[in-house]
């Protein structure tokens, strides 16, 4: 069973930075594509960034777009995102998905989600 679980989750100020993890077990982790997902409040999830099993293609969301940065460590099983000059707008919950590549892949695994909020 795989199993994908997020954490980093907090209350920043706009402008601040922050780094979400996700930690995968139960599957081939190095063999995957790897995303971040997020849903703000009242809206639809939307697709934030992606990487390749490799780590050698990124994928990112126009309004992420150098200020966010998607990695992966296939030797701890974990994909991150650093997320840099935050704004109210980033404020979410944001998603960790496995088994795809870009923003409309079929994702096969989610995990549950971290709460990110960007207060002004």
């Known amino acids: 069973q795989v199993q994908l679980v997020e954490s980093g989750g907090s209350t920043v100020q706009a402008g601040g930075s922050l780094k979400l993890s996700c930690q995968v077990s139960?599957?081939?982790?190095?063999?995957?594509?790897m995303g971040w997902f997020r849903r703000g409040p009242g809206s639809e999830r939307e697709f934030v960034a992606s990487?390749?099993?490799?780590?050698?293609?990124?994928y990112y969301a126009d309004s992420v777009k150098g200020r966010f940065t998607i990695s992966r460590d296939n030797a701890k099983n974990t994909v991150y995102l650093q997320m840099d000059s935050l704004k109210v707008d980033d404020t979410a919950v944001y998603y960790c998905a496995g088994g795809g590549f870009g923003p409309i892949a079929e994702y096969g695994y989610w995990g549950q989600g971290t709460q990110v909020t960007v207060s002004a």
């Open positions: 990487i390749s099993w490799t780590g050698s293609s990124t």
């Open positions: 139960g599957q081939t982790f190095s063999k995957i594509g």
